[in-house]
């Protein structure tokens, strides 16, 4: 018997390095509000967590103008932006192995699902994954933890139904989502997170690279007398 049989994934900083495009969607959306933002660490705060919640919580925005910001930056994002993207080395190496093992794969993401699709199928990465749910266009349902009951309703699963089933992402939303849900979660180092924030969020598990990560869930899921 496997101790973890289901595996979800967050998208940006976890399966895919999506710096570029973000960074540079945030700064086309504070341009048309009068803001040149240089600052690249601010700037990677914005991946991960929804994109309404970081322009009010670092620029003060209000709730309208966020929307406005987000908006902005979808122009950029929706044609240019979701492809300056590449998977991280060894990422589909670890979802082949994992298939292999018969483990079910899903991912859950704050990024709007018709973008995470686009940009799952650009990298021929979305046959891994048994079932996606991400936001809707408008935010109504973008937090982590509403990402991860999404994936879990299109498993067939109660919210009361996590045993067996494993969070794996890059910053502290995914650590405090999956919480919420039910659900472990394993941090990983390298992604977007400031030093320390997975361990000070709680992360059951810490895998420092993509290597560090693919022995970690190798061991987690396979058969166990």
Known sequence: ????????????????????GITKCVQHALSYFGIQEQDEEKLKLFIGPPLDDMFMELYGFSPEKA??????YRERFSTVGLFENRPYEGIRELLVTLKEQGVILGVATSKPEIFSRK???KFNLNSY???????????????????IRGALKLLNRRPEETEGIL????????VEGAR????????????????????????AYYAETVADLKELLVALTRDVD
């Open 1 to 20: 018997m496997r101790k973890y049989h289901t595996v979800l994934f967050d998208l940006d900083g976890t399966l895919t390095d999506s710096q570029e």
């Open 67 to 72: 929307r406005e910001a987000r908006e902005k």
């Open 119 to 121: 940009i799952l199928e």
């Open 129 to 147: 994954f048994t079932v996606i749910s991400g936001a809707d266009l408008e935010g109504i349902h973008g937090s982590k933890a509403d990402v």
């Open 167 to 174: 969070m794996v992402g890059d910053r502290k939303y995914d």
């Open 180 to 203: 919420e849900c039910g659900l472990p979660c394993v941090g990983v180092g390298f992604g977007f997170a400031p030093p320390g924030e997975l361990c000070e969020a709680g992360a």
